[in-house]
C-alpha cells in the first residue's frame, strides 16, 4: 500500500526516462525484426537453407529486448532483494503508470517470456533435450537443425529438430519445444511505438537521448 510520504511515479524527475527507454526497447524490436524479415529470404520458387549465426544473435536481440520492455511494465508484487519499502512501493508505481500508456494494447507475443527463457538457460534446456533425444526408442526426427534459417518446414522431410532454428515463410523462432512469433512482436511493438509518439506528442520523433535538468 503506498505511504503517506512516498513519491508520485509520474511526478519524479526522471519519470520521462521510463518512458523513453519503453520507446526506445520497442523501436528497437520493429528495426531488428524488419532487419530479420529482409535477411531471411523467402524465395518464389523452391526452397533456401542459410547458416546465419549473426542473424541468430539479432534474434537473441530482439527477446533480450523485450524482455527489458517487459520488466519496465510487469513487475513482482514482493520486495525485491536490497529495495527499501519505498523503493519497491515506486517500482510497482511506475510499472502501473507505464501500463497506462499502453491501455488496450493486446501484447501478447512480447510479454511472452518462455522462448527467451530458453535462451538464457540454453545449456539447461539443452541438457534436457539431449537427454530425452538420446534415450528416446524414436527420436523426433533423423536431424536436428541449429542456428540455421529455412525458408520453410518443407526444406526438409520429416522436418528437422529446430534448435535455434528461424522459419522465413513463417517469421517464427523455434527453439526445441518452444516458439516465439516474431511477425507478431513486430506488428505489437509497432503499436507501442505508435501509442507512446502520440502520448508524447509531435515534437518526439524517435527515442533519442535527453537532457533532463534534475536541480
Do not use: C
Not at 50 to 77: G, R, W, Y
Request: proline share 5%; glycine share 6%; no cysteine.
Amino acid at each position: 500500500m503506498p505511504q503517506v510520504n512516498d513519491l508520485i511515479p509520474e511526478e519524479t524527475k526522471l519519470f520521462s526516462l521510463y518512458v523513453h527507454e519503453l520507446w526506445w526497447l520497442a523501436n528497437g524490436i520493429v528495426e531488428k525484426t524488419d532487419q530479420i524479415f529482409s535477411e531471411a529470404k523467402v524465395p518464389e520458387e523452391g526452397h533456401l537453407i542459410q547458416v546465419n549465426p549473426e542473424l541468430h544473435s539479432l534474434i537473441a536481440s530482439v527477446l533480450s529486448d523485450a524482455a527489458n520492455l517487459k520488466k519496465l511494465l510487469i513487475t513482482p508484487s514482493a520486495k525485491l532483494n536490497g529495495e527499501s519499502g519505498k523503493q519497491s512501493r515506486l517500482r510497482r508505481g511506475r510499472a502501473a503508470a507505464l501500463s497506462k500508456f499502453l491501455d488496450g494494447l493486446q501484447l501478447k507475443e512480447l510479454l511472452n517470456a518462455k522462448v527467451r527463457n530458453t535462451l538464457e538457460h540454453f545449456d539447461e534446456y539443452l541438457d534436457e533435450a539431449n537427454l530425452s533425444i538420446s534415450e528416446a526408442r524414436r527420436p523426433p526426427s533423423p536431424m536436428a537443425a541449429y542456428n540455421m534459417v529455412l525458408s520453410s518446414w518443407d526444406v526438409f522431410n520429416p522436418r528437422v529438430y529446430p534448435i535455434r532454428l528461424y522459419i522465413s515463410s513463417e517469421r517464427k523462432f523455434y527453439n526445441m519445444k518452444w516458439s516465439v512469433d516474431l511477425d507478431a512482436m513486430n506488428k505489437e511493438a509497432s503499436l507501442v511505438v505508435e501509442r507512446l509518439k502520440s502520448s508524447m506528442g509531435a515534437a518526439n520523433e524517435g527515442p533519442g537521448g535527453l537532457m533532463l535538468r534534475i536541480g
